[in-house]
């Protein structure tokens, strides 16, 4: 029988998916559930030691010997810390230590409590990785307990630390056996021909296969997976995972209904954004997805064509669509004219005949960047790590310093006005370009359903203004165009994409917040 403690349970079962087998443990009372669990698994066998000085060089010498992980089990308050010179000498040893530590609920730290002190990050940068486990009480926190032992585990060559708090009380072994936990695989460095191979007859095999790519654009996919609701035809059994974040909530959510997801980046990193990663490959995620491509264009796969189907019925809909007014209808009109050029705008610098150079597009985040998911049919640009509002102007402002290339930034109002400095530098030249659509607020509250019960949405939530660029850009010396209708917006957009200019040029296209949402919605409306 084991613990009735999800967080020891879950690393319990963890350690041996992953090929932990042997355990040197030491005396405590915090710690005895998992000294308890390690001592009923047959999968591991436990060494006891007294002195968790002592214990930390008995498993780094097991280490070396075995030439494989090994655990190290203590108990809370300052018996975690014995174990720092033995950690110290094996993170230049290169050696895979796993430490335990039991803790102390976060509550009573620095409470005069028995043996309590900040246990996470206490062996510094002596461990790759360092953990402290939740206690699980529902899905999210049992999935995050699960990624955070499955990240330690994976650190091959370096010690690791995983804490875990424990609340009283402690002796409760009535669980008769370890729950079957998911555990996160990484396959090394440099995709070989036969680990891309592997992949391609994986992907071709799966009845539901998907290749999903993040930043810089997913197109129609949150429309589509509006669609498609729960409908389990359309779910995915395998996601091929490469590129940046995705900017629908939609799709993310759907995609969490997936058997697995196997993830391809070029640093090992665990992102389990749909939380049922199975595989890490560590590799450049082009080069799997061009292989994708190959694959499916001499063998087309029902699933992926099915979903091609639905991507494309919405594409020819939200060309037919006509917006009204709004910031929507001033991206879509944008997106048309970078289109009728030869190339196309983008960050692949395709050339652009019309002007006669080449051109990237920038995108601010909130409401801007998901206007780019519907009418962009080209990669973009968008800070979209973290997702922030401020440093968008900026970040293409310093692209266009770098280059000859057009340099165009859409972004919205409050993105703009926080990030205004960006235009206080005499670095800048004429090839940056910004659409500014401005509706005197942030437009994304409008679109949160419930908020609109606050009286404090529009004022203080949405930061409602009544501010202009046109100062802004007199004082930088930019070029100011402004346009409050359908025919001043597009023959403001054709000046912004032809003029020549030594000097940046700026087009503010105002809007009202109702119009933008009402475009908005009856956009969505009109696909069903």
Known sequence: M?????????????????????????????????VHNLNECPDIQCYPVTDERSAGF???????????????????????????????????QHIPLVVI????????????????????DALGRFVRKAVSLPEPHDDNTRWYCNRLVNEALMVRHAPVHINVPI??????????????????????????PTTLAHLGRMFMQSKRPMLITGQPLNPHLDEAVLLVQ???????????????????????????????????????????????????IVGDGEVVADHIRFLLE????????????????????????????????AVKYFESQCSMFNGQC??????????????????????????ANIYAEHPVFCNRGVNGIEGSLSTAAGFSCVTDDKVFCVIGDLSFFYDQNALWNQNLRGNLRILLLNNGRGGIFNMLPGLEQSPARDKLVAAA???????????????????????????????????????PVLLEVFTNPVDDQTALHTYYHSLS
């Open 465 to 503: 203004h009544h501010t202009s660029a046109e100062g802004i850009c007199q004082q930088n010396h930019v070029t100011y165009l402004k346009a409050t209708n359908m025919e001043e917006m597009q023959k403001g957009i054709a000046t912004l994409l032809n003029k020549d200019s030594d000097t």
């Open 298 to 329: 001499d063998q087309p796969h029902p699933f992926v064509q099915m979903w091609d189907e639905l991507v494309r019925r919405i594409h020819s809909q939200a060309v037919a669509y006509q917006p009204v007014y709004s910031q929507m209808a």
């Open 58 to 92: 008995y498993a780094l010498g097991m280490s070396q010997c075995l030439r494989e992980p090994i655990a190290v089990c203590v108990t809370s308050g300052t018996a975690l810390l014995n174990l720092a010179p033995a950690v110290a000498e094996a993170y230049y």
């Open 2 to 34: 084991y613990s009735n403690k999800e967080n020891v349970n879950i690393l319990t079962a963890l350690l041996v998916a992953h090929g932990i087998r042997h355990a040197v443990v030491c005396p405590g009372s915090r710690n005895a559930p998992i």
């Open 167 to 192: 609340t009283e009380p402690l002796f409760d072994f009535s669980v008769s056996a370890l729950p079957k936990e998911r555990k996160i695989e990484c396959l090394p460095a440099d995709i070989q």
């Open 230 to 280: 729960d409908d389990e035809r359309y779910v995915p059994d395998l996601v091929l995972y490469i590129g940046g974040s995705i900017v629908s909530k939609r799709l993310k959510r759907f995609l969490r209904m997936a058997k697995e997801t196997w993830v391809v980046n070029e640093t090992g990193e665990v992102n389990d954004t749909f939380m049922n990663l199975t595989h890490v």
């Open 101 to 120: 530590s039991a803790d102390r609920p976060q509550q009573w730290i620095d409470q005069l409590d028995g043996q309590t002190l900040p246990q996470p």
């Open 346 to 371: 983008s960050m692949v610098n395709v050339q652009c005949s019309m002007v006669n150079v080449q051109c990237s597009s920038h995108y601010a985040n909130s409401s801007a960047i998901r206007l």
